[in-house]
Structures are given as structure tokens and as C-alpha cells.
């Protein structure tokens, strides 16, 4: 299994400003996710972080408004950038291994833009 | 395209009641399957998975799963509910084959309340 990290956990920001979220894993993953969910609701992909090259989008979402960063096999970054409170939910970053391994997920940054 | 549905926003049962969560399915070829259970203000947490051989599963905290290729299903169950299995769950599916991509599709969650 693998062990993930965010953070922060949490934060309240101003509408405008960015955030950049940190995911760290305690072993080295092939495939790396970012995905955002609503609470109480299902999990929607945002894009797949790729080592060392552009992410992967999905329908939806742009490299502008979510920039992503996989410098290496366990760590990345999503930013939310100029930020509109339709933008509060929470984040979360998932891995796995290659084949038919499972998703293991971080606990998740909630964001709150006033 | 692929896609999961879990038909019950909700299921309510009585602690110590047999528990079934319903999932059904729609991908390309046989597909990986996984439950996953989200507590309040937490990650998701992986349950268990289907990838060949026997069609039930079993998974962390006595929860098993039953895979039906000709229903397209793979509903969650457990025998016996306890009081802390109350939370979010979780349905997701991924393509076996590798063109049709690595992305996890999940259900819309289902919420298990289990009263005293």
C-alpha cells in the first residue's frame, strides 16, 4: 500500500489570489491523479500528473486555471489558479502502481474562496 | 464510454442486519472493480477489488464483494453491519485493456447509515 500526504489540509482564500496543493507519497507510484469532489459527492478527475512532462486534462479542465507538477515518481503539486468561489470543494490527490492496483488516496485539502 | 451507477443514494439498516449497497456497471471488455468508503472529513479508502478468478471477493472490515458478468453488477455487502460502517460509498470501474485508458470512473455514492 502506499501512504499519502497533503497539504494543507485546509484553507480559506480570497477570491483572485492561487493556491498551490502538495501531494507526497511514501513509495514510488507509476501513475499519479488529481481529482476534486464536492462533499457528499462523487469524485471527478481533473487531470493525470505525468512525470516530468504535461499533465493530462481532462474535459473541463485547462493547464491555466489548474497547473500541475510531477517532478518525480512521489511527489506533485495542483495549483487553483485566480480563484472564484465556485472553485470550493475539496481536492484530492490519488496514486497506484502500475497493472490492477488500486487507488490510494490522500485525505484531501478543502478549499473555502470568499 | 464507461460508467458506474449506484441506484441508492441511500441505505438505511438496522446494526447487526445483513448490508447490500448496489453497483452496477457499463465498460468495454471486463473491467477492474473497486469499492472504496469515505468517512466524514476523510480520504477515500480502498475496500476491495475485483480482478479475475473467483466472482466474490472479500475485503477489509468483513465487507465481500459479488461480481456478475451477465447482471454487469458488483454490489457490496456485509453480513452483519456495525454502527461505524456508517459512511460514504463507493463504486469505481477501470478499462482492463490499456487503450481504453487508466482512468477510474466512480458512481455517484452511496450513503450507509446503520442505526443502533
Known amino acids: 500500500s502506499a501512504v499519502i500526504s497533503q497539504k494543507p489540509s485546509r484553507d480559506i482564500c480570497q477570491r483572485g489570489t492561487s493556491l498551490t496543493i502538495q501531494c507526497q507519497v511514501d513509495?514510488?507510484?507509476?501513475?499519479m491523479f488529481w481529482y476534486r469532489q464536492q462533499p457528499g459527492q462523487s469524485l471527478t478527475l481533473i487531470a493525470t500528473?505525468?512525470?516530468?512532462?504535461?499533465?493530462?486534462?481532462e474535459s473541463g479542465f485547462v493547464i491555466d486555471k489548474f497547473p500541475i507538477s510531477r517532478p518525480n515518481l512521489t511527489f506533485s503539486t495542483l495549483t487553483v489558479s485566480n480563484m472564484s468561489p465556485e472553485d470550493s470543494s475539496i481536492y484530492l490527490c490519488?496514486?497506484?502502481?502500475?497493472?490492477?492496483?488500486?487507488?490510494?488516496f490522500g485525505e484531501g485539502s478543502r478549499l473555502t474562496v470568499l | 464510454a464507461q460508467s458506474v451507477a449506484q441506484p441508492e443514494d441511500q441505505v438505511n439498516v438496522a446494526e447487526g442486519n445483513p448490508l447490500t449497497v448496489k453497483c452496477t456497471y457499463s465498460?468495454?471488455?471486463?473491467?477492474?472493480l473497486f469499492w472504496y468508503v469515505q468517512y466524514p472529513n476523510r480520504g477515500l479508502q480502498f475496500l476491495l477489488k475485483?480482478?479475475?478468478?473467483?466472482?466474490l471477493v472479500k475485503g477489509s472490515y468483513g465487507f465481500e464483494a459479488e461480481f456478475n458478468k451477465s447482471q454487469t453488477s458488483f454490489h457490496l455487502k456485509k453480513p452483519s453491519a456495525l454502527v461505524s460502517d456508517s459512511a460514504l460509498y463507493f463504486c469505481?470501474?477501470?478499462?482492463?485493456?490499456?487503450?481504453?485508458?487508466?482512468?477510474?470512473?466512480f458512481g455517484g455514492g452511496t450513503r450507509v447509515l446503520v442505526k443502533p
Open positions: 490519488s496514486a497506484r502502481t502500475q497493472g490492477a492496483g488500486e487507488l490510494f
Open positions: 513509495s514510488q507510484v507509476t501513475m
Open positions: 500528473a505525468n512525470q516530468g512532462s504535461e499533465a493530462t486534462y
Open positions: 465498460v468495454s471488455g471486463n473491467p477492474y
Open positions: 475485483y480482478i479475475t478468478g473467483d466472482n
Open positions: 469505481a470501474v477501470r478499462p482492463r485493456i490499456k487503450a481504453a485508458g487508466n482512468k477510474l470512473t
